[in-house]
């Protein structure tokens, strides 16, 4: 089955420690992109891959690190979580960036 | 800078009734792609269209349809005879995907309520 898998689902920590959330997709998609979603400001684009070893800043990078060593996973890197790092967040892939993307079931993080 | 805006926060029908979702969008380019996703109470999020800037039809998918209008900028979404299970929060998108970059921006989203 075709997907985006997130790992973890949920996830409570503390400030400052740091955390890894991981994204794999098997479609072999290029494109790889992580979101968050806030209350009131949608979905927002943190950092984007378009192939291994490429990445950039979307439109809110600050806080966040990522890393593209296989086409397949694109983990986001909290080195030193704040509480304003508190959200829901999605990984998406996409064979483009003129074709749909596909997204991952969301993690929900706090930070406490 | 692209923009989407959907300036319905909030909408609620009653069950039968026919809805439109509002989304305008601003970019410099002439080459670019549109998107609505759905995002029910479960969280996910589920794509439901994608036009690009050079195809004007409107599309039909069952109690769906696409308004896509060039000349104001806008890409409307109509449910006819909504039904319980549209209840969700509808997103719109818009992707510029230019040489060495890619930027999909996403609207606030608006949140459908079907009423029983």
């Known amino acids: 089955e075709a997907q985006v898998t997130q790992n973890p689902r949920y996830l409570i920590t503390v400030t400052g420690k740091k955390l890894t959330v991981t994204c794999s997709q098997n479609m072999n998609h290029e494109y790889m992109s992580w979101y968050r979603q806030d209350p009131g400001l949608g979905l927002r684009q943190i950092y984007y891959?378009?192939?291994?070893?490429?990445?950039d800043k979307g439109d809110v990078p600050e806080g966040y690190k990522v890393s593209r060593k296989e086409k397949r996973n694109f983990p986001l890197i909290l080195e030193s979580p704040s509480p304003n790092q508190t959200s829901l967040y999605f990984c998406a892939s996409s064979l483009s960036g003129r074709q749909e993307a596909f997204f991952g079931q969301g993690t929900r993080l706090t930070v406490v | 800078a692209q923009k989407v805006t959907q300036a319905q926060t909030e909408i609620s029908v009653v069950e039968k009734e026919d809805v439109t979702l509002d989304c305008v969008y601003e970019t410099r380019d002439t080459t670019y792609y549109l998107f609505w996703y759905k995002q029910p109470p479960s969280g996910e999020l589920v794509f439901l269209i994608r036009?690009?800037?050079?195809?004007?039809q409107n599309e039909i998918s069952g109690r769906y349809s696409w308004n896509f209008q060039k000349s104001t900028s806008s890409f409307n979404f109509t449910i006819t005879a909504s039904q319980v299970v549209d209840s969700a929060v509808y997103f719109c998108a818009l992707s510029e995907s230019g040489a060495g970059s890619y930027q999909l921006t996403f609207g606030k989203g608006t949140k459908l309520s079907v009423i029983p």
């Open positions: 891959s378009m192939n291994v070893e490429v990445t």
């Open positions: 036009r690009n800037s050079f195809d004007e």
